[in-house]
């Protein structure tokens, strides 16, 4: 089978012939129909920022397709099943899976960075990581919601609790933050205030339903968010960025009993404003990790209720074969697209899976 692999930073992905994985006792192979590309991708191909299990390895973790074959003792899944990955290979049994937060399991592998992943004809994963995609969703839009909407989700919905009319900030507008505003929205924050350097990732906040769109570069941002507020600060501010600056700016932008979730990871250190400030605010400095599988399921239902519209944020989908000109201009254009998706198709068993 075709599958994209990652040799070293700094050079293209090798599109080569590998062979067909097979699945054992509980595993799944999926016939993989669309895979996002994610920031993700291009820190580990192009940056060299984050380190890979192995190398070679077939990168890509936002996977939606088909069940193409089933390991011994899976019972719940037949071939021609349309599924959406989680890409988080959690053990199902540490304290942390035990209780429904995969993101925090101990022995955690991420696909497409710790264990082979999407972006091939094939994909092997254990059972468990699967989730139903409903018709209504094309594998394109069921490829983007196992990561950067998820994240996105998890973030405003569970551990920010964004509630009706508050006021919510988004900090770093990016293929995840870009979600931040439209789950933001999508649980009726007023006002939403999105916060970006990229002039297309504030036009493209805007569409997904910001009330507001500010440019730290021409303005101070916590002033600003407290005009826009009638003086108060908001209620909830969300970091997509993972640098101190921009968490101390997320904290400065709240009022009052406001709470900050830090989304943005990396190896910046973090000081809490002076405790007179923190605790004399009551504020609350929250981290977001990822998401859990239930979050996953949460969100495939929705897109199919159609109580949120994700459709608009697959901006772009590729083949295959142009996966390296696909991340050099994610990498160039940044802010212009939200979403990029690679179109895969099967050479073998096409008719069996329409
Ligand atoms: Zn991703
Ligand atoms: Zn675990």
Excluded at 113 to 142: H, M, N
Excluded at 180 to 205: C, F, H, N, T, Y
Excluded at 249 to 269: E, F, H, N, S
């Amino acid at each position: 089978m075709k599958a994209a692999r990652f040799y070293k930073a700094n050079e293209p992905l090798k599109i080569e012939d590998v062979p067909q994985p097979k699945p054992g006792p509980g595993e799944v192979l999926v016939a993989v129909r669309a895979a996002g590309l994610c920031g993700t991708d291009l820190h580990i191909a192009i940056e060299g920022t984050i380190p890979t299990m192995t190398q070679p390895i077939t990168l890509g973790h936002e996977a939606a397709g088909v069940v193409a074959e089933v390991g011994a003792g899976v019972s719940e899944w037949k071939v021609g099943d349309r599924v959406a990955v989680f890409p988080n290979i959690a053990c199902g049994e540490c304290y942390a899976c035990v209780s429904g937060r995969e993101a925090l399991c101990l022995k955690s592998r991420i696909l497409g960075v710790q264990a082979d992943g999407a972006f091939a004809e094939y994909l092997l994963v254990p059972a468990r990581t699967l989730v139903r995609l409903s018709d209504s969703i094309s594998f394109e839009v069921g490829a983007i919601l196992t990561d950067a909407v998820s994240t996105a989700y998890h973030a405003v919905v569970c551990r920010g609790s964004v509630q009706r009319g508050e006021a919510v900030v988004v900090i770093g507008c990016g293929g995840v933050g870009h979600h931040g505003v439209l789950w933001a929205k999508q649980r009726g924050a007023a006002p939403i205030i999105a916060v970006d350097i990229s002039e297309g990732a504030l036009r493209q906040a805007q569409e997904a339903g910001a009330d507001y769109i500010l440019n730290p570069v021409n303005a101070d941002a916590p002033k600003s968010v407290r005009a826009l507020t009638g003086s108060v600060g908001a209620d909830c501010a969300l970091e997509f960025v993972g640098r101190a600056e921009t968490v101390t700016t997320a904290m400065k932008c709240l009022k009052r009993g406001g709470r900050a979730v830090i989304v943005g990871v990396g190896q910046d250190r973090v000081a809490l404003p002076p405790l007179q400030a923190f605790v004399g605010s009551e504020l609350s400095l929250i981290a977001s990790l990822g998401f859990h599988r239930a979050d996953l399921e949460e969100i495939i239902s929705m897109v199919d209720s159609g109580k949120v519209n994700v459709s608009g944020s697959v901006t772009e989908t590729v083949p295959l074969e142009q996966i390296n000109e696909a991340m050099r201009q994610l990498t160039e254009r940044k802010g212009e697209q939200v979403r990029t998706v690679i179109r895969i198709e099967s050479l073998r068993n096409n008719s069996s899976f329409a």
